[in-house]
């Protein structure tokens, strides 16, 4: 599935080369604030916690490739980035960070809504990368089972952009199935025992910076009439 997403992301951009006269290819990354999650004590004696837990934002990363093609006023924009997803549960005894890597996907419809300002929205294809783990889980090696390899998410926001250079700020919602999941915890290490994690769904606001590395408008007279790629 991930060559597949690849060869498509590749065939998208050289199409824009092709065919488009108002296209731009270039390179973006940033970081993000995961939010989300809910770890429910399950009470099996006076011992053991049955509090339930919500997730701390917390940092985690993203970067990769764009490819932009205008239709006046409006766009469509692929992007091709590798992100990952961080939150924490703050237990009683010291927090546990909770972490996904993923290929996110998204497709994205803009308007050209004044000057330098975008807006636009769209949905995104993801795909897990390795392993989803939680720290202080006994059971599986803090490896969360039953998360779904690639599910959908929505995507809204806005941009500004300068020459070649671009910020943006955009929230991302999860759509994963969410259904409840046992966990074994370190008790002595966190002060929580046996949990039902009730919601694994972590939603992002992203930000990040992009540059262009090749732009149909920074391009000469001359070099429009000639074929191939071209980068200034």
């Not at 091709?80 to 961080?86: A, C, E």
């Not at 009683?92 to 993923?102: G, I, L, T």
């Not at 783990?133 to 779904?148: C, D, K, P, R, S």
């Not at 290490?189 to 090749?214: D, K, P």
């Amino acid at each position: 599935m991930k060559k597949i997403i690849t060869l498509f992301i590749l065939s998208l951009f050289f199409s824009f080369n092709a065919f488009s006269q108002d296209f731009a290819v270039g390179l973006k990354a940033g970081v993000n604030i995961g939010h989300g999650g809910e770890i429910a004590g399950l009470t099996s004696s006076a011992n053991y916690t049955g509090d339930t837990y919500f997730s701390d934002p917390s940092e985690g990363f993203h970067g990769g490739i764009f490819g932009q093609y205008n239709l006046g006023k409006y766009f469509l924009r692929l992007e091709g980035m590798y992100n990952t997803v961080t939150t924490e549960f703050p237990f009683d005894v010291r927090p546990a960070e909770y972490q996904m890597n993923k290929i996110n996907v998204p497709l994205l419809l803009g308007y050209h809504f004044w000057g330098p300002l975008d807006v636009y929205l769209g949905p995104a294809y993801n795909s897990s990368v390795g392993d989803v783990t939680l720290q202080g889980m006994e059971n599986n090696g803090g490896v969360v089972e039953n998360i779904a390899s690639s599910y959908l998410s929505a995507n809204m926001g806005v941009k500004v952009h300068f020459g070649r250079f671009e910020l943006d700020v955009r929230y991302e919602y999860n759509f994963s199935s969410n259904e409840p999941y046992i966990v074994d915890m370190i008790n002595s290490a966190y002060g929580i025992n046996l949990a039902s994690f009730e919601s694994r769904r972590i939603h992002q606001l992203m930000l990040s910076a992009s540059v262009g590395l090749f732009d149909s408008k920074y391009r000469s007279k001359k070099s429009k009439r000639k074929r191939g790629c071209y980068f200034r």
